[in-house]
């Protein structure tokens, strides 16, 4: 047997502390990865004057055409959830729409949410 003088050399703890913080590291990105690709379309907020509802699956709003999602919450002014069908044409709108695929190339904006609101305060002169 070879007399070896060399002392013994315990392994280094900075190879298993940079191994655990890998491995922390992989885990925290790849859960962050998979909350934002299951998360909601970011949604809008507008209001206007909706002036025609055509059917089940669209509308128009300030003279601009949007598409309604088959399941979108319509609220009255008393906040009653209705029809869509029921309200009032003319009547003064608060909305918010997310931008959805309609094909392969094309996003829309899709009515999600609509409550009705109360007519604004018009400007009022007052008499001379």
Do not use: W
Not at 7 to 28: E, K, Q, T
Not at 54 to 72: L, P, R
Request: glycine residues 6%.
């Amino acid at each position: 047997m070879k007399n070896n003088n060399t002392p013994y050399r315990a392994p280094s703890n900075g190879r298993h502390v940079l191994i655990f913080l890998s491995a922390i590291m992989l885990i925290f990105s790849s859960t962050a990865l998979c909350l934002a690709a299951s998360g909601e379309p970011r949604r809008y907020q507008e209001s206007g004057i909706l002036t025609a509802v055509e059917g089940k699956n669209s509308v128009t709003i300030n003279e601009k055409g949007y598409d309604v999602y088959s399941s979108v919450v319509v609220e009255s002014a008393k906040g009653k959830q209705i029809p869509l069908n029921t309200l009032t044409i003319p009547s003064n709108v608060a909305f918010e729409y997310s931008y959805m695929s309609k094909d392969t190339k094309t996003m829309v904006p899709v009515i999600v949410y609509i409550k009705e609101t109360k007519k604004p305060a018009g400007n009022k002169r007052s008499p001379r």
